[in-house]
């Protein structure tokens, strides 16, 4: 019988540990965030089941701390089973929400029949049993069994096989453990208890529940490998996403471990460049790419540090972002980057940098052409002014005026002719300010100073001349 409990509680603890360490991070199974209970099941169970060894081994005779851990370890394990069920069954059956608070009702239940009657561990086994045990296992078999259709919708076969075997087990478990009992003088355990089963059947009820241990533990680690087609699934879907942005952006991953060599390198860039992948894979990075010194620079800086950079490879810039490769350990292992080709952009901004400067340029000749207008009008009016003062002056002389009023034609004359030149120089301080403005933004700054310097010097000119034909032709 020893052995029976060794068999019985390895089959638990082994259920419990791989249900309680197998990877089941964002999980779409319906089960995955209840399955600790049944971890928590196998484990307390299991220990409990080596007890029993243990006691029949070696009965200790001052074995309380023992015998209490045993007797302990019983409503425990069956409560784990009873809270599994009646969280996991609503998900599938909404209706039956009801059952979320069976758990410390039936706690309730249990603990209240066995004060109420002779408090021995005889009575506490078989409460236990009776309250927790028979309906825990049903409810567990029951919220496994609802997982099927599930299964099959996905054909998991291996895996809904493995579902099966542990529904069906702990249907067969409750049957065993929950109904079948040790002898007392009350219905159903005077009738359904380990001795008659034994005289009936030749065989100890333990065997039986190793046998359901044995069955669960074997379903439902079948049934844990939908954890694994899961993460495998979810990295072919990350390795078509990834081979998706290769092939279509113009992007280019790369890995070069600590050696310096290029271990992996893919993208549509490299059909860009015209470099095959098989060129370059395994070489070192100076010689894959010795038309571009700075992207080996790049990789040897990334060791320690990330960092980021624009660099020219056969005529195509492209955006470098580069860091260390790190273990889980913090040992580097090389540095991995991305290459993304922004030629394109960079051309539009190049393109719209010089929309702007032309954009620029056409608003300081538009405000120069607004001043030059400005100004023409004020010189107009100086001009004009001279005219009347000249042809004041000239009637003067034939008229034989005095001298003060010739002096004071003449100076008012003077004064519209600085007026004029007063003008003329803001126009040329105007001009050279938008020359200088326009010359900084492009390759031509001394050739268009000069150009505006002569536009300067021109209405220079322009302007005396107009002054000189003006008064002369007064003059005659």
Excluded at 298 to 308: I, P, S
Excluded at 362 to 389: C, D, I, N, P, Y
């Amino acid at each position: 019988m020893a052995a029976v409990f060794f068999i019985s509680g390895l089959a638990f603890f082994i259920l419990g540990f791989a249900v309680a360490f197998y990877p089941k991070n964002n999980s779409a199974f319906k089960l995955s965030e209840h399955l600790y209970l049944i971890a928590g099941f196998g484990l307390v169970h299991g220990v409990g089941e080596w007890l029993n060894m243990f006691l029949l081994i070696e009965p200790f005779t001052d074995a309380k701390a023992l015998v209490l851990a045993r007797a302990l370890a019983l409503p425990v394990s069956f409560i784990c089973l009873v809270q599994f069920g009646a969280r996991a069954i609503p998900l599938n059956r909404p209706k039956f929400a009801w059952l979320r608070p069976a758990a410390p009702v039936l706690w309730m239940i249990w603990l209240g029949a066995f004060l109420s009657g002779p408090r021995d561990l005889l009575m506490w086994d078989i409460w236990s049993r009776y309250v927790l045990c028979l309906p825990g296992a049903v409810l567990a078999g029951w919220a496994l069994a609802l997982q099927l259709p599930h299964l099959k919708a996905i054909k998991h076969r291996d895996i809904l096989a493995g579902m099966k075997i542990a529904s069906v087990s702990f249907f067969l478990y409750a049957v065993t453990a929950g109904l079948v009992v040790e002898k007392a003088d009350f219905f159903p355990a005077s009738h359904v208890n380990y001795s008659r089963l034994a005289d009936y059947l030749a065989i100890p009820v333990q065997v039986f529940r190793s046998a359901c241990a044995v069955a669960m533990a074997y379903g439902l680690i079948r049934v844990l490998s939908i954890f694994t087609r899961e993460m495998n699934d979810r990295i072919r879907q990350s390795d078509f996403r990834f081979q998706t942005i290769a092939d279509k952006a113009p992007v280019m991953f790369f890995k070069v471990d600590n050696e310096g060599r290029v271990v992996f390198i893919q993208g549509k860039a490299l059909g860009e460049l015209g470099l095959p992948m098989e060129s370059i894979v395994g070489r070192p990075v100076e010689e894959a790419f010795a038309q571009t010194p700075v992207f080996a620079e790049q990789c040897r800086r990334a060791c320690e540090t990330e960092a980021v950079t624009t660099i020219e490879i056969r005529g195509r810039t492209f955006e470098m972002f580069v860091g260390p490769d790190k273990e889980a350990e913090g040992r580097s292992t090389g540095v991995v980057g991305v290459a993304v080709d922004i030629t394109q952009r960079a051309r539009l901004h190049m393109e719209n940098d010089q929309s702007r400067r032309e954009l620029a340029n056409m608003r300081k000749m538009a405000e120069l052409g607004t001043l030059a207008r400005g100004l023409s009008r004020q010189l107009e009016e100086s001009f004009g002014g001279v005219r009347v003062f000249l042809r004041q002056l000239l009637r003067g002389l034939n008229e034989n005026a005095s001298a003060e009023s010739l002096y004071k034609h003449v100076r008012e004359c003077l004064r519209e002719i600085k007026k004029s030149d007063d003008i003329l120089n803001s126009l040329q301080t105007a001009v050279e300010d938008s020359a200088a403005a326009v010359g900084s933004a492009t390759e031509q700054k001394e050739d268009a100073t000069e150009d505006h310097y002569a536009v300067v010097e021109s209405l220079d000119v322009q302007g005396g001349m107009a002054s000189s034909n003006s008064c002369g032709h007064q003059l005659a």
